[in-house]
């Protein structure tokens, strides 16, 4: 799956992720049980359980998970479970992202007739990756948690602006961006970098070219994911003869980031879920920005 396609799908998990509400922490269940089966209802989750070390556990995906083995039934998209499915992969546990309306009761029911641990997870800013990771080794005696909650941490470390105002862009037709309350707008503060949208603006904006030479951005990040398995190249900054092509209408704007050649591309291939995937996404957008602006500051 390339280019329009795969975005589509990006997008639409991205939209269910920025829904999502907040869920209390569960209790710990049987740590690695060797009967354990998991059926992870959340690509953002399926790939915490893969980083802390618990992805073998896997029985059953979201339907748009398209990075985990494919092999995997699916068990449910976003348009509701499949409640056959479930009962066929036996689950011991099934983990979700509840979005606004919760766990479905006929989930609750059938979970408290089968005997199913049903774990809610809200994965939108860093604080919720690590919490996955920690309440992951919980249920699974995973023990990946502590490198990884290292990880985020580093990308979080700036306590002050050092370099310009950038415009995290994952679609320009139309434009739409990525602004306070995501954990890709976290990684961007945390590298020394302003956000350029609004302070008041929601974790996903739709915008249009208007907004976008309102915004004057010094520089554009425009996340575009590569197909599952495709080598992507981390991070690309494009060249004059390649901005028509990336931005469309919006290489035309008297803009700095237009004027001054700071446009870039970050395209792997999990760089737009919300999930531990977003430690790539911080490695790739510090190697654009120190490009710009130099190393960040300690």
């Known amino acids: 799956m390339t280019g329009r396609p795969l975005v589509l799908v990006v997008l639409a998990v991205l939209l269910a992720f ?16 060797e009967t354990t089966r998991v059926v992870a209802l959340s ?20 339907g748009y998970d398209v990075w985990s083995d494919q092999s995997i039934p699916v068990a449910g998209d976003q348009d509701g479970l499949d409640y056959e499915a479930l009962l066929r992969l036996k689950p011991t546990h099934v983990l979700l992202e509840p979005g606004v309306l919760g766990v479905p009761d006929r989930l609750s029911k059938m979970g408290q007739e089968h005997g199913w641990t049903i774990e809610s997870f809200r994965m939108l800013t860093l604080d919720d990756v690590g919490s996955c990771a920690r309440r992951l080794d919980g249920l699974f005696g995973s023990g990946g948690s502590a490198a990884l909650a290292a990880q985020l941490g580093d990308l979080a470390r700036a306590d002050a602006p050092t370099r310009g105002r950038v415009l995290l862009l994952i679609s320009v037709e139309p434009p739409a961006g990525l602004g306070p309350g995501c954990m890709h707008d976290e990684v961007l503060r945390g590298l020394g970098a302003v956000q350029a949208l609004d302070e008041d603006a929601a974790p996903y904006v739709r ?26 190249d981390g991070v690309r900054p494009l060249d004059a003869s390649e901005l028509d092509e990336a931005l469309g209408v919006l290489a035309g704007l008297q803009i700095p980031a237009v004027r001054e050649g700071r446009v870039a591309v970050v395209d792997g291939a999990m760089s737009l879920v919300p999930s531990s995937s977003v430690v ?12 710009w602006w130099g190393a960040a500051a300690d």
């Open 43 to 62: 690509p953002g989750v399926a790939q915490v359980m893969r980083d802390v070390g618990c992805g073998d556990l896997l029985v059953g995906r979201h």
């Open 18 to 33: 920025c829904a999502c509400v907040g869920c209390s922490e569960a209790p710990a269940g049987d740590a690695g049980a």
């Open 207 to 232: 915008l249009d070219a208007e907004d976008v030479l309102r915004l004057a951005p010094d520089a554009i990040i425009l996340i575009a994911p590569v197909g599952p398995g495709e080598a992507g």
């Open 280 to 291: 790539g996404f911080g490695e790739a957008l510090e190697e654009a920005l120190s490009v």
